[in-house]
């Protein structure tokens, strides 16, 4: 076998990192009109983004979020070995219809909203360890089609509580490459924490950050305790969606392990709305929310010199209509992707 | 990077193949009763598997499936760095919360009743790159919680055409390790070829093997292309869930690219039942036909030396039930996986 990459308990040190070389992102109009709104590749005016339905919209965001990835990665799809894909819809038809024109081989993921953290991870995977040239992360979501399939149907106007969250409309698409890109500087995939189902019992939908924070915090925990490194360590330490009421529990739960991350900590659901404007409640969520942030923000602090090594933890809330209506609890799962900057 | 593996157009030649330490496989009474019967791990009797609820008995097939496996693999939970975990269930919540008491770090995928291939595939991928000693891959499909999901509640006594199939109940699990278990023959994972979305425009959820022969017959074409192979190389070309009609199709497919592989070809939804004594029309399906075929039926093969080489093609079928209901077409995809021994 191929040198024993894996260190401590939950993680991966990749021997030659693998390069990003290409990125593309894909807004809503609200997400356009909050304060990353300028970072975005594409911002779609209309909701159904020329679908006739829902699903349909979230799928085209996927396209498009591809083909532009593509594009500034200046590669072609035949050139691409995988296609790591996933969404929050049932059987994951937004990647299905998204992706398929492309004809990539696919491995189709979910995770939640970590599923950003999946496909990524996944895709330096494959490329480390000499499966793949390149291999291509796609995730997406839709507040339509989620709040639909998850909770209630926009249009019913229902009411939310102030933990709630509001679901991104938007996809990110990240290329990963063997070989440095054109022009410098390089983001480099240097390390993996994957994460496992952390359920601290919590049943309430309508506060996933609540949810989701214990699985952030052990992820969070156990990779600086894998790399043994400190907070400060890091420019920032990034999770996908935990929203403010999230934020509060993950800084406590870290406090436990006698990690102090809130000089540190960004989190993409806070960022990505003006929370009151916007009337966001906690912040935003979704697959999409952790996707666009890196795809877009991110990933410009990396090229502008602003960061040089950032923890990127997208964090997912793991239920299904069925599974909340037969009062089962709602489970987290993160995973941790360690990137860095060469000059 | 690692030396590059890739090869053709969609495959992978593992220069280290992985081996397969540990299998484990439940199955339902109506599976038991099958030709397949003696070949499983367990004998659910009991549908619900001790849970209130289908969801919650599929996850208690996934739970026993992992113990049986790591027990016959002699392994413990904490010493597999990755488990990776699908089914067919809307947000995967059989896989969410069967599988969460291992505490295994983990990755979650889906790919229809293709999912045994894509979790052994990436299983296999972690442990020849150097990113883990020990993967387990798990998956399942229960014949309640499926036929409510995607169709109609079994308690409806809903009438299906002769071209349906049965969703198998049952669980399959496979420990992969890099290196030599106890005692011979060994099987290893020598390849996997990745498949793509394959979409003939079919829309018929009640005719699946239809809808995914054509994405079989792609992977079966290539793979052959990529290896250099002929059909006689093998003992058997296995697909997951095709059923009769499928299986059909796919001969027909395939003699288009110049291969015959009906001397090799089994399907594990043809073989699993008596067709007409157990009224399963075309075959049975489902994520846990070609799991517990391939952990109970088809690894006995290699032990008793019956086969060598086996090319085991799990075939999956992209809906859902919105996308079913928005008249979408239901696209195809499969993940062809190399097994060969080692006496």
């Not at 877009?296 to 809330?317: D, M, R, S």
């Amino acid at each position: 076998m191929g040198k024993y990459k894996h260190i401590g308990e939950q993680s991966i040190r990749f021997e030659q990192p693998p390069y990003i070389i290409g990125s593309g992102c894909v807004a809503g109009k609200k997400e356009g009109e909050g304060p990353l709104g300028k970072y975005f590749d594409l911002i779609e005016e209309d909701p159904m983004c020329g679908g006739k339905c829902w699903e349909e919209a979230e799928a085209n965001l996927q396209k498009k979020a591809v083909e532009i990835a593509l594009k500034k990665g200046e590669i072609k799809a035949e050139d691409i070995e995988y296609l790591i894909a996933g969404d929050l819809l049932d059987q994951l038809v937004a990647s299905t219809f998204g992706i398929m024109q492309f004809q990539i081989p696919l491995f189709g993921v979910y995770g939640a909203c970590s599923t950003m953290g999946e496909s990524l991870a996944l895709a330096s995977i494959l490329v480390e360890g000499g499966f793949a040239k390149h291999a291509i992360a796609v995730t997406s979501s839709h507040t339509a089609s989620a709040e639909r399939q998850f909770r209630f149907p926009v249009s019913y106007g229902n009411q939310k509580p102030l933990s709630a969250t509001w679901t991104v409309t938007g996809s990110g698409a990240i290329v990963v490459g063997n070989q440095k890109h054109s022009s410098g500087p390089y983001v480099r995939v240097t390390g993996v924490s994957t994460g496992k189902v952390v359920d601290y019992g919590l049943k309430d939908s309508m506060n996933m950050g609540a949810c989701m924070a214990p699985a952030a915090a052990q992820v969070i925990g156990v990779h600086l305790r894998d790399f043994a490194a400190k907070p400060e360590d890091y420019d920032k330490i990034i999770t996908g969606d935990l929203g403010v009421i999230g934020q509060k529990i993950l800084f406590d739960l870290l406090k436990q392990q006698q990690f102090d991350i809130e000089k540190q900590h960004m989190d993409c659901g806070i960022e990505i709305y003006e929370r009151t404007e916007q009337d966001v409640h906690s912040g935003g969520s979704g697959c999409g929310c952790a996707a666009i942030t890196l795809a877009g923000y991110i990933l410009e602090q990396f090229q502008k010199k602003q960061w040089k090594k950032v923890l990127f933890v997208p964090t997912g809330a793991l239920l299904s209509k069925v599974s909340f209506n037969e009062g089962r609890t709602v489970p987290g799962i993160c995973h941790a992707i360690l990137l860095e900057r060469e000059d």
